[in-house]
């Protein structure tokens, strides 16, 4: 089966930074986009960034400048390389990687709370 395994997250002061990490194992044919959305308690989930197999990013605007995303396609693996970590940063950030075939998955979640 899939597996998404994130990690990285933890306890971080605003301005400080994290790098989260999430390997896909498992039968996942032809990955197309694999990136990072977000949920703060009793928010929705929303989206963060994401990076095609080509190398094009996108990034929701509250994290441009701050955030940068990367994949190791061999790997199979997306990182969230975030700086400058703000109060309204913290949430739970979940893995999610999209097939050519229009498969999504989901990983677990790890969590980022940054103090002020």
């Known amino acids: 089966q899939v597996q998404l395994v994130e990690s990285g997250g933890g306890l971080v002061q605003a301005g400080g930074s994290l790098r989260l990490s999430c390997a896909a194992s498992?039968?996942?044919?032809?990955?197309?986009?694999m990136g990072w959305y977000r949920q703060a308690p009793g928010k929705q989930r929303d989206f963060v960034s994401d990076?095609?197999?080509?190398?094009?990013?996108n990034y929701v605007d509250s994290v441009k400048g701050r955030f940068t995303i990367s994949r190791d396609n061999a790997k199979n693996t997306v990182y969230l390389q975030m700086n400058s970590l703000k109060p309204e940063d913290t949430a739970t950030y979940y893995c999610?990687?999209?097939?050519?075939?229009?498969?999504?998955?989901w990983g677990k979640g790890t969590l980022v709370t940054v103090s002020s």
């Open positions: 498992g039968i996942i044919l032809r990955i197309n986009r």
């Open positions: 990076i095609t197999t080509s190398g094009r990013t």
């Open positions: 999610h990687v999209s097939t050519y075939s229009g498969t999504d998955y």
